[in-house]
């Protein structure tokens, strides 16, 4: 199968890494490892025929561990803006590598959970994603997979600094380890406030849905950590979990709270929302993610008698702008978009109680 | 059977003249005539035993027309406060006559269509209450309840200026003759403003739902004539209609051009009212109304399924609050009235479609 049509197949496929648990408060965990060649300008220095030179160069050399057999192999300027957009919309690629114009590349397992990006901030970006909370597994892939690429390639280190990096922020480990999390019931019972504070005092920083500048639409957060200097990979990594541990808690404690006190509220606000997704003929992917989080509580706590929870991941990957784009000729505007969201959202949603 | 079994059954049951058309932009038509007894202070110059005396006196002469056989004569002040409350709900009486201490009555025709309030602001206010559009019927019908009346009762009359009021805005003829029209087509497509400022200009007043002073809620106005005086009952009447008759024009041109060129827009507003109503667990009595507005709208146009309209009419009087109170002991609070109505309107409405 051709690489075009691997993505293809990829991009109309429910994504194999977001599958939350059915308690769904841990949605997913990444683990992210920074990399530059050894004696190579950073990729801003590079010039344009370097770049070209080094991202050949890279794609051939990880080939030989992330195996075209089980990845997908893509310069990003032989594929469509659409098709761009719907990999950042997966996590597979940042947003600024789908709006950069020059020979960046990512490598993509069949089933997503393991990826590479080619000359985006640095030479190379490696990602693992789990679903749940699964940061040590995630590690110790992307390590496993770091260490064989080691073997054909000299990465830049320091024996002060460790992994040098494009941006300083991430010398060290090069490691960004980060869980997406779904709050809603600490959110409406106003404790998130103090628990992402105290967050922040761990040097651990608070994000949304789509990382760095995103809000946090839907109650759905990103926490990861800010330092990868001075510690080893597995501490920083150890202590995130205890952190996630922690919030998970706080979060079931604050669920069983509004159930036990506000019941009728908390019931009101999960039916109407899903009175809302199942009825609605125009939805935004905004509103869509408020009112699915509102959902994805009531399916959690029992109060929605949705069965298969699967769907509710489905909609979120599957309903965003680009791949509507890519599945329907005439999602070109808007107002078609809209129209399909809730079309697809309706089918759905009324498919996972049955 | 008593009085106040009597009243229990009308409170308890559906308004028999509230049911409006499948097409439902006229709800209701109202006329009344403010009478006072010659000879007499008018009711705010009464003393209190006068007023009593005043009271018993035309309860006793009104019975020998409104006939205690099918009429249900009531001494305010022997009913309780929510039973008066809900008494305003269903438009029998009015907000100042419900919240008066003194001796104050009423006489309401079993089926509602004919009502007399005794010692509000004039000593006697007659009102007939027709379903749709029909005012000519109904001055008909208090034209020929009045003249019966006036065979025992002498009324306060000027040759000059015809019947004497409390007030002088209701000297001359004392007929305030009003029209309940639900026109949510119109205020969306932003042409309701300007009909609304030609009415004024023909000395046409514009209320919402309960009468002076209440909002528009939901799209819901009442339409009456400001002058009394100078013109005959009957070309006061036919004026009105003839407003009115344009006016449900406009409103269904505007429905027509909204399922046209706004249709996508349309059923999505008619559908998640439908949605939040069909799943919400708590619901104020402004919001039920709000989205009320859209399901009469779907409904009307064909958009939203429902084979029984009838439903939409008993919603809007028997969720309201003394309603409410009377019929379950404990929605006694603003929080259990909130779940009780919402249980009844998704009741009522899933039953509406089936």
């Known amino acids: 199968m051709s690489a075009d049509l691997r993505l293809q197949t990829l991009?109309?496929?429910?994504?194999?890494?977001?599958?939350?648990?059915?308690?769904?408060?841990?949605?997913?965990?990444r683990v992210r490892l920074a990399r530059n060649v050894a004696d190579q300008p950073f990729r801003r220095s590079l010039e344009r025929e370097q770049q070209e030179t080094l991202t050949q160069s890279l794609l051939h050399t990880c080939a030989k561990v992330l195996k075209p057999e089980d990845h997908i192999h893509l310069q990003l300027d032989a594929i469509s803006d659409i098709q761009r957009k719907?990999?950042?919309?997966?996590?597979?690629?940042?947003?600024?590598?789908?709006a950069s114009r020059r020979?960046?590349?990512?490598?993509?397992a069949d089933d997503e959970h393991c990826s590479a990006m080619i000359n985006e901030e640095d030479h190379m970006r490696l990602q693992v994603l789990k679903s749940g909370l699964d940061l040590g597994a995630a590690l110790q892939e992307a390590?496993?997979?770091?260490?064989?690429?080691?073997?054909?390639?000299?990465?830049?280190?320091?024996?002060?600094?460790?992994?040098?990096?494009?941006?300083?922020?991430?010398?060290?480990?090069?490691?960004?380890?980060?869980?997406?999390?779904?709050?809603?019931?600490?959110?409406?019972?106003?404790?998130?406030?103090?628990?992402?504070?105290?967050?922040?005092?761990?040097?651990?920083a608070v994000r949304g849905l789509h990382g760095e500048g995103s809000e946090a639409t839907g109650h759905f957060y990103q926490i990861s950590n800010q330092r990868t200097l001075g510690s080893s990979e597995e501490d920083i990594v150890e202590r995130l979990e205890y952190v996630i541990r922690d919030l998970v808690e706080y979060e079931q404690l604050a669920r069983e709270s509004l159930l036990?006190?506000?019941r009728i509220e908390f019931e009101d606000k999960a039916f109407r929302a899903w009175g809302i997704l199942t009825h609605a003929r125009r939805l935004t992917n905004h509103e869509l993610i408020e009112h699915m989080s509102w959902v994805r509580l009531g399916a959690?706590?029992?109060?929605?008698?949705?069965?298969d929870w699967s769907v509710l991941d489905r909609i979120f990957i599957r309903t965003q702008s680009a791949h509507?784009?890519?599945?329907?000729?005439?999602?070109?505007?808007?107002?078609?978009?809209?129209?399909?969201?809730?079309?697809l959202v309706r089918t759905w949603l009324l498919g996972a109680v049955r």
């Open 11 to 29: 991009l109309n496929s429910d994504s194999h890494c977001l599958h939350s648990q059915k308690q769904g408060i841990v949605i997913s965990s």
């Open 86 to 98: 719907a990999l950042v919309e997966r996590f597979m690629v940042s947003p600024e590598l789908a």
């Open 103 to 108: 020979s960046e590349a990512v490598i993509i």
């Open 143 to 204: 390590q496993n997979v770091d260490r064989q690429l080691e073997t054909y390639i000299n990465w830049a280190y320091s024996s002060t600094f460790g992994y040098m990096t494009s941006c300083p922020t991430n010398t060290g480990t090069g490691l960004r380890a980060s869980v997406m999390l779904h709050l809603p019931a600490l959110a409406e019972t106003k404790e998130l406030r103090n628990a992402l504070r105290a967050i922040g005092k761990l040097h651990l």
């Open 260 to 262: 036990d006190k506000k």
């Open 300 to 307: 959690a706590t029992g109060i929605l008698p949705i069965r």
């Open 324 to 343: 509507l784009q890519l599945q329907h000729q005439d999602a070109d505007n808007g107002n078609e978009r809209k129209k399909l969201r809730a079309e």
